[in-house]
């Protein structure tokens, strides 16, 4: 309620759990002596996750996804991933949406295999289902395996995803404003529920689709998601310069994330947008100890528990496809090219190993504990500063979490982390507001008709 939101104050961090399907994020997760393997469908732990995150006032709960499980032709190699169960994530977040109060929930939903219109539609009601908390992982998709489950022969190229992505968002966003905020008065007396004037048919006749609207759903709280693009090809970071609210990114060193955030907050001018529209949050995996020493062995244990085979399966998965066989282990990572199912991703390996001065061995490994993500290892103070340093020194606006394995790598941060970080008045104590827009500090979006119409009568 207004009269009870404050303002997210600007000064203060922003944090995201990302969870897999299965929802831990190390590759070996499950295998931790006290993590939950059986978590994938069980809402019961999800509904422990959600609840714990909003015990730390984090701000959302981000549910990765893809349509089509890599590798299901290597049964063998498949058989020690825990990545092949798992909900689908607008089912998974329309439970939790009425069994939590304050965490944002963000779904991902494939543009290359959905069209705008049922997008919209279920976006739509997932924020009217949760009060207004729903957010919208809006990717391509960078999985090749999900072409063969929607009657394709191939993956759609890299351009023409984000071609097909960009008129996408035109639609959903247009399909959003089909209804003003007062467009349905409802009134028994008169007998009238639809005010004919607020209702706004969009009538989109474009390259990749022909949708006429309106949306079946009046205006949602949040007057539309909010937005969340992930992909960092020049054509990712475009679409995120033009719609998105929220950026997710892998970035592995500070020099390297201020670069990243100064260069996309730097092209949203052109769209006639501030950068203070955009929250930029990088990744980062986070292992807490009462030394470092400590922190340095929880890692080491949880990664001793990776085959390397496995790893090579799943790192090759990341990179888009390439196929690692004919690379000496032991040799450097070599300077894989773009390649089309995953612009970004192949360079960001690259760049970490030589950083690093990884092998493609020890890059394997280290891609199947945090991808090509921020890792920081040691006591509570250490992650505090270094979180500290990266929100400051203009790299991030928050960060998106990693936990390694649940429920001991979200307590770890709830129950030691954000005190540190809310002594040092970094974060919130307490839920700004009710939607996911007021906790991110960001503004509703007001209807385009509605705005049109109050300009059409200041120039009256
Ligand atoms: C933090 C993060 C989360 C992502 N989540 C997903 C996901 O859930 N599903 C998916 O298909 N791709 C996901 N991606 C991949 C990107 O959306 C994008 O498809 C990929 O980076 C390739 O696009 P690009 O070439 O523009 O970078 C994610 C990427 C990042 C950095």
């Known amino acids: 309620m207004a009269d009870r939101t404050r303002a997210a104050s600007p000064s203060q961090v922003k944090l995201a759990v990302f969870m897999h399907g299965n929802s831990n ?18 809402i019961e732990r999800w509904t422990e996750f959600a609840r714990t995150m909003e015990r730390g006032k984090l701000d959302m ?31 998974a977040l329309a439970a939790l949406s009425v069994l939590t109060k304050n965490i944002g929930l963000i779904a991902t939903c494939h543009t290359t295999y959905t069209d705008p219109y049922t997008a919209a539609r279920m976006f739509a009601s997932l924020d009217q ?20 489950n929607y009657s394709r022969d191939s993956h759609m190229e890299h351009g023409d995803r984000y071609d097909r992505a960009e008129e996408f968002a035109d639609v959903a966003l247009g399909l959003w404003d089909s209804f003003e905020e007062d467009a349905f008065p409802r009134d028994k007396a008169s007998g009238r529920y639809l005010d004919p004037e607020k209702m706004h048919i969009l009538n989109h006749k474009g ?12 205006r949602s709280p949040q007057g539309r998601p909010v937005l969340v693009q992930a992909g960092a090809s020049e054509p990712g970071k475009q679409l995120t310069a033009r719609v998105a609210d929220v950026m997710f990114t892998a ?27 955009l ?35 799943s790192f090759s998965e990341m990179l888009g496809g390439i196929d690692l066989s004919v690379y000496p282990l032991d040799g450097p990572l070599p300077d894989f090219s773009g390649n089309s199912a995953r612009m970004s991703s192949p360079p960001s390996y690259v760049k970490l190993a030589r950083r690093e001065n990884l092998t493609l061995r020890q890059t394997a490994k280290r891609a199947v504990a945090g991808r090509a993500h921020w890792m920081v290892k040691g006591t509570v103070k250490q992650i505090a500063d270094e979180l500290e ?4 020194g203009g790299a991030a606006d928050g960060f998106n979490l990693l936990p390694a394995w649940l429920p001991g790598s979200l307590n770890d941060f709830v129950d030691q982390v954000v005190p540190e970080l809310q002594r040092r008045g970094l974060f919130r104590t307490e839920y700004e507001g009710s939607t996911l827009r ?20 200041v120039a009256t």
């Open 207 to 218: 390259k990749h689709f022909s949708v006429k609207g309106p949306l079946s759903s009046a």
């Open 279 to 313: 929250k930029i949050m990088p990744g980062v995996s986070i292992y807490v100890g009462r030394t470092a020493e400590e922190a340095e062995e929880k890692f080491q244990k949880l990664n001793d528990l990776v085959p390397i085979e496995v790893a090579l399966h």
């Open 25 to 42: 994020y190390h590759m070996a997760g499950w295998r931790h002596p006290d993590a939950y393997a059986d978590s994938a469908e069980n």
């Open 389 to 392: 340093h990266w929100f400051k």
């Open 438 to 457: 007021e906790n991110l500090g960001l503004p509703k979006p007001r209807n385009a008709h509605t705005k049109a119409r109050e300009a059409e009568l």
């Open 129 to 148: 289902l949760s009060g207004g908390r729903a957010g919208w992982n809006f990717v391509t998709g960078g999985n090749r395996e999900g072409a063969l």
């Open 251 to 277: 970035q592995a060193s500070f020099e390297q994330a201020q670069a990243f955030y100064a260069h996309v907050k730097g092209r949203m001018a052109s769209f006639g947008r501030s950068p203070d529209e």
């Open 61 to 91: 709960l981000f549910i990765a996804d893809s349509v089509g499980i890599y590798g299901v032709n290597n049964p063998e190699l498949l058989s020690y991933r825990d990545a092949i169960e798992k909900f689908e994530p607008f089912t």
